[in-house]
Nanobody, 120 residues
Framework: QVQLVESGGGLEQPGGSLRLSCAAS????????MGWYRQAPGKQRELVAT???????TYADSVKGRFTISRDNAKNTVYLQMNSLKPEDTAVYYC??????????????WGQGTQVTVSS
């Protein structure tokens, strides 16, 4: 069984910073891409950023230059450093991982989500 557990969300003022973490645990053999998605009320879930096992990153245009994704492969953990936060960044943020379990099966997994609210 695999679990992705996010932490680090909360309430922040516009212009502030937050750092999200997501730790993957369980019968994991290897992790390929990891990423962050978000879903605001009344909107579809959207990609925020992804990172491959080799460290190649992609970002949504709306967060380029403000957010940074990184990962610690030894800890099976992915991070999202969010700077210069804007009210439109308010959403539930979800961690995602493409990984291979110890039985050899590949799968895509989601965390439970963490709320980020940007408001004065």
């Amino acid at each position: 069984q695999v679990q992705l557990v996010e932490s680090g969300g909360g309430l922040e003022q516009p212009g502030g910073s937050l750092r999200l973490s997501c730790a993957a645990s369980g019968s994991i053999r290897s992790i390929n891409a990891m990423g962050w998605y978000r879903q605001a009320p009344g909107k579809q879930r959207e990609l925020v950023a992804t990172i491959t096992s080799g460290g190649i990153t992609t970002y949504a245009d709306s967060v380029k230059g403000r957010f940074t994704i990184s990962r610690d492969n030894a800890k099976n953990t992915v991070y999202l450093q969010m700077n210069s936060l804007k009210p439109e960044d308010t959403a539930v943020y979800y961690c995602n991982a493409d990984l291979r379990v110890r039985g050899g099966i590949y799968g895509n997994y989601w965390g439970q989500g963490t709320q980020v609210t940007v408001s004065s």
